[in-house]
């Protein structure tokens, strides 16, 4: 798909990889709905797209992914400036990472199911009788490494995740006649706000490795990559595939390496002191 003058939505466009992805379809100039709650991050941004003097058009939105009205009115508003929607990036999302019992179960679990899982659906829901209707489109969801291989404190955020993984996988097969493509991307560690919101309190360190961490543009260039010629899946950096493979093939070394690099050298005063 040649980007320029598509018109694409992107979710979460306020900071990190929804930025970076928008900064870029601007670059390309394409038509771009940014789509976030902090407003004022949407404006600065649309601001920097159009001194980018490349064609590029901006809708911001300002919305809140858990909330069915909020996604209603993007989809409104979306239509009623560009008319039609060729590529929809779910994007907006956010991780609480702590152990099971101390999450809470409003702030913490809900919210994160709303969002990640309830957000990304009902945003497809709202998109796909368009696509449909235009016999095509391109739907990129932003999954996660947490979607294919689960790990300690990362339970809710790996349940979103792999709901979002199903999701895709059955929606690819169910719209593909309709000239309709579902890609999901699986990034592993990415450098953007994402770690300021999940309330991590690491005792070790036991965190990926500085040669495996991503930047927001690397990701970006991802999803670039996926609206000109979709993929099922890509998982970036491809290293990460080992682990996937590992999991799958050898579950009990990594359930034996996860507990005993990390949830026991993690938890050993509670564990002591119990
Ligand atoms: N960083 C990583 O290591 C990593 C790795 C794999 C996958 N991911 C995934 O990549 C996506 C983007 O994360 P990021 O790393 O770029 O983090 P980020 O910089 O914190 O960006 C998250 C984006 O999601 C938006 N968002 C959060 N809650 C929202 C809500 N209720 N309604 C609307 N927008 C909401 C935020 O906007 P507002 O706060 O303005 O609403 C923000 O634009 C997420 O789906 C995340 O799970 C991240």
């Known amino acids: 798909m040649d980007i320029k003058g598509k018109v694409i939505v992107v979710t979460g466009a306020s900071s990190g990889i929804g930025e970076a992805t928008s900064r870029k379809f601007g670059a390309e100039g394409a038509k771009v709905v940014l789509a976030a709650r902090r407003v004022e991050k949407l404006q600065a941004l649309a601001g920097q797209i159009a001194a980018m003097g490349t064609g590029a058009e901006t809708l911001v939105v300002q919305a ?14 979306t239509l009623e400036k560009f008319g039609r929607i060729d590529v929809l990036v779910n994007n907006a999302g956010f991780g609480r990472l702590d152990w099971l019992e101390k999450l809470d179960p409003v702030q913490d679990i809900q919210a994160q199911m709303d969002v990640n899982v309830m957000g990304v659906i009902q945003t497809t829901r709202q998109v796909l009788p368009i696509m449909i209707q235009q016999r095509s489109g391109s739907i990129i969801n932003m999954c996660s490494m947490a979607g294919l291989v689960g ?11 792999h709901a979002v993984h199903g999701f895709s996988e059955a929606l690819r097969r169910e719209v593909k006649p309709w000239g309709i493509d579902v890609s999901m ?12 919101h999940a309330g991590i309190k690491r005792k070790t360190n036991a965190a990926t490795p500085k040669f495996m961490l991503l930047t ?21 950096p491809w290293l990460w595939s ?19 690099r990390f949830t026991i050298p993690e938890r050993k005063d509670e564990l002591k002191a119990g």
């Open 185 to 196: 991307v699986y990034p592993g560690g990415v450098v953007t706000e994402f770690s300021q």
């Open 64 to 77: 809140d992914l858990s909330r069915l009205d909020d996604i209603q009115s993007l989809i409104r508003q």
């Open 242 to 260: 080992v682990t996937v493979f590992m999991n799958k093939f050898l579950p009990g070394l990594v359930d034996y390496t996860t507990i005993h």
């Open 151 to 161: 790990t300690p404190t990362y339970s809710i955020y790996a349940a979103t995740k």
């Open 216 to 236: 927001a543009d690397q990701v970006a260039d991802a999803v670039l990559k996926l609206v000109r010629r979709p993929r099922r899946m890509l998982i970036i």
